[in-house]
């Protein structure tokens, strides 16, 4: 199975929390890391989060980290058009980044 | 800095044609990774390379796919033939270490018809 999985679709209403959810494999991971990519641009750094943390908050983001689970989520709250994009989780596997299938946020006003 | 940058940003090309295309990572990074992006398969890792050495192309799908990294600061990816499922956006990446942040270039959108 794939090392970093996503959900492939979100869809929202304007105004309402986003909740884009990740799971990982390689439980050395030290650093996660979430990017976004806008339509026909390439993919940028949004946030990320260091291993020993359980949460990172960031304005209308907050990173969410379950090692147990080695789950990962990321929520936005306030959603916006503008944060109409695709969503990647990435982490660390077998000594190279690996990134997950990318999770395709709509955003309907 | 510039950030990475690719070149060219579209290519459209007849099947059986040879592709090239160009990437410069950001000064300093000793990383690079080429990655393909399709509808069908997502974000893919073809390739990537630490200090100028190819480390990994477990992600290349045949050997009509080509990677070289002759300097620090340029890398080609080279498709010969190309083939209509070879149409995607080819992504070039570069970090201060292999497992670090990835700076994205603009991507090489390619079309073989």
């Known amino acids: 199975g794939e090392d970093v999985e996503q959900s492939l679709f979100l869809s929202v209403r304007e105004g309402d929390s986003s909740v884009i959810n990740c799971t990982y494999t390689d439980s050395s991971s030290t650093y996660l890391y979430w990017y976004k990519q806008e339509p026909g641009a390439g993919l940028q750094l949004l946030t990320y989060?260091?291993?020993?943390?359980d949460m990172k908050q960031d304005q209308r983001l907050t990173v969410l980290l379950n090692k147990k689970d080695k789950h990962l989520s990321l929520r936005i709250a306030d959603t916006q058009t503008g944060d109409s994009a695709i969503y990647f989780c990435?982490?660390?596997?077998?000594?190279?980044?690996?990134f997950g299938q990318g999770t395709e946020l709509s955003v309907k006003p | 800095d510039a950030g990475v940058i690719q070149s060219p940003r579209h290519e459209v090309t007849e099947m059986g044609q040879e592709v090239t295309l160009r990437c410069k990572p950001i000064?300093?990074?000793?990383?690079l990774f080429w990655y393909r992006q399709t509808m069908m398969r997502g974000l893919e890792l073809l390739i990537y390379?630490?200090?100028?050495?190819?480390?990994?192309d477990s992600g290349m799908p045949e050997d009509r796919f080509s990677a070289k990294m002759p300097n620090a600061s340029f890398s080609t990816l080279k498709i010969q033939p190309s083939e209509p499922r070879d149409s995607a956006v080819y992504f070039c990446?570069?970090?201060?270490?292999?497992?670090?942040?990835?700076?994205f270039g603009q991507g090489t959108r390619l079309t073989v018809v």
């Open positions: 990446a570069s970090s201060l270490e292999v497992s670090g942040e990835a700076f």
């Open positions: 990435a982490g660390p596997q077998g000594g190279k980044l690996i």
């Open positions: 989060i260091f291993s020993n943390m």
């Open positions: 000064s300093g990074h000793n990383s």
């Open positions: 390379f630490n200090n100028n050495v190819p480390i990994d």
